[in-house]
C-alpha cells in the first residue's frame, strides 16, 4: 500500500510522507509501544472492535516504558476515527505505535521525545494456510519466550517481537504456518503473534497471564464468550505433550481472528481439521464483530460514523 493517509504527532500526512529521521531511537533499541486493532464492516456501517480497551493498553504499554504520551484516551480515541475516515476505509487494520524519537543517542531514551503515529490498512491473512478446513500448521519453537524477568510481557512492546519474530521465521522456513513458545519453565504460553486454546472433552484450557502471555483482547473476548455461554473453560498451564492429545487447538489475536489448528509438529490434532468447540467460538465471535450480537456487540463496537 502507497496511498493513503497517515496520522503523526497531531496531523494527517500523506502515506508517503510519513517519515522519521534513520537515528530515531524506537528504530535502534526498540522503544516502542504500539497496538493493532480490528475495524469491520457491519450493516450500520464501520465499527471498530474494542476501540477503548486497546488504548487503555496502549497507555498501560507507555507507563512501564516511561513514555509521555502527550494526548489523552478520548484525543487518541479521536485521531484513530479521524484516521480511518481520512482513508476512506472499509475492513482494516489499524497500527497506533507510540516510540522515542529522534535526540540523544545511546540506551537512555528518557532525553528524547516521545512520537504517536496511527496508520491503517487492509489486512486479509495474517497467517498462511493452503487447507484452511484442516487448520493452521504449527511447530514448537527452539526460541524460548522471554519472560517478565528480562522485559514486561505486559506491555505489547516492539522489543518484544523481535523474540517473536525469530520463532515465526523458523516456522516458516520449515515449512509450517506458525510457532508455539515455551516459558522458561517448559510450558506452553502463546504463539509468536496469538494466544492460544486447547480443547479437552469440551472444556476450553488456556495459559495464565502470569505465565507470560500477552493479555490480548481476543482471548478476553472469547473468555466473556465461554463465560456468558456457561461452557466450562479453564486458565492453567499446559504441557507441550498436552497439546498433541488436545481435541481441538485455537489461536486468537487481533491480526489473526480466531484460528483453528490441525497439526503441531507433524502430530494431528483431533481428526485434523478445525473442531465443532472451535467452530461454535469463531461464529459467535464473527458475529460480535459484524454487529450481529444483542449482548457483546453494543458493549464492544465502537461505530465510525
Known amino acids: 500500500m502507497t496511498e493513503g493517509k497517515i496520522w503523526i504527532d497531531g496531523s494527517l500526512v500523506e502515506w508517503n510522507q510519513a517519515k522519521i529521521h534513520v537515528l530515531?531511537?524506537?528504530?535502534?533499541?526498540?522503544?516502542?509501544?504500539?497496538?493493532g486493532i480490528r475495524c469491520y464492516q457491519t450493516d450500520n456501517g464501520l465499527a471498530v472492535f474494542r476501540l477503548t480497551d486497546h488504548i487503555q493498553r496502549l497507555m498501560n504499554s507507555a507507563k512501564m516504558y516511561f513514555m509521555d504520551i502527550?494526548?489523552?484516551?478520548?484525543?487518541?480515541?479521536?485521531?484513530?476515527?479521524?484516521?480511518?475516515?481520512?482513508?476512506?476505509?472499509?475492513?482494516?487494520y489499524i497500527r497506533p505505535i507510540a516510540y522515542y524519537g529522534y535526540g540523544k543517542m545511546g540506551v537512555n531514551p528518557l532525553p528524547n521525545?516521545?512520537?504517536?503515529?496511527?496508520?491503517?490498512?487492509?489486512?486479509?491473512?495474517?497467517i498462511r494456510e493452503s487447507e484452511p478446513q484442516k487448520?493452521?500448521?504449527?511447530?514448537?519453537?527452539?526460541?524460548?519466550?522471554?519472560?517478565?524477568?528480562?522485559?514486561?510481557?505486559?506491555?505489547?512492546?516492539?522489543?518484544n517481537y523481535a523474540n517473536s519474530a525469530l520463532a515465526r521465521m523458523e516456522a516458516l522456513k520449515m515449512g509450517f504456518d506458525?510457532?508455539?513458545?515455551?516459558?522458561?519453565?517448559?510450558?506452553?504460553?502463546?504463539?509468536?503473534?496469538?494466544?492460544?486454546?486447547?480443547?479437552?472433552?469440551?472444556?476450553?484450557?488456556t495459559p495464565p497471564i502470569s505465565s507470560g502471555a500477552l493479555n490480548g483482547i481476543t482471548r478476553d473476548s472469547v473468555l466473556s464468550i465461554l463465560r456468558h455461554n456457561r461452557n466450562p473453560y479453564e486458565i492453567r498451564?499446559?504441557?507441550?505433550?498436552?497439546?498433541?492429545?488436545?481435541?481441538?487447538v485455537f489461536l486468537t489475536g487481533t491480526a489473526s481472528g480466531i484460528r483453528g489448528v490441525g497439526n503441531i509438529d507433524n502430530r494431528i490434532i483431533g481428526d485434523g481439521e478445525t473442531g465443532q468447540v472451535t467452530k461454535q467460538i469463531k461464529g459467535k465471535f464473527e458475529a460480535i464483530i459484524r454487529g450481529n450480537d444483542n449482548i457483546f456487540s453494543k458493549k464492544w463496537l465502537t461505530y465510525v460514523n
Open 113 to 126: 521525545k516521545v512520537s504517536i503515529a496511527i496508520a491503517v490498512w487492509k489486512w486479509d491473512e495474517y
Open 24 to 35: 530515531t531511537h524506537g528504530l535502534h533499541y526498540g522503544t516502542a509501544v504500539f497496538e
Open 178 to 205: 506458525e510457532a508455539v513458545m515455551l516459558n522458561t519453565a517448559g510450558k506452553i504460553i502463546e504463539a509468536s503473534a496469538e494466544n492460544i486454546f486447547m480443547v479437552r472433552d469440551n472444556v476450553s484450557i
Open 237 to 248: 498451564d499446559i504441557s507441550r505433550d498436552e497439546l498433541y492429545i488436545a481435541d481441538e
Open 135 to 159: 487448520g493452521a500448521r504449527l511447530i514448537v519453537s527452539s526460541w524460548m519466550r522471554i519472560d517478565g524477568r528480562s522485559m514486561p510481557m505486559n506491555a505489547k512492546a516492539a522489543a
Open 70 to 92: 502527550r494526548y489523552s484516551k478520548k484525543e487518541l480515541h479521536d485521531a484513530i476515527i479521524d484516521t480511518i475516515n481520512a482513508n476512506k476505509s472499509e475492513d482494516c
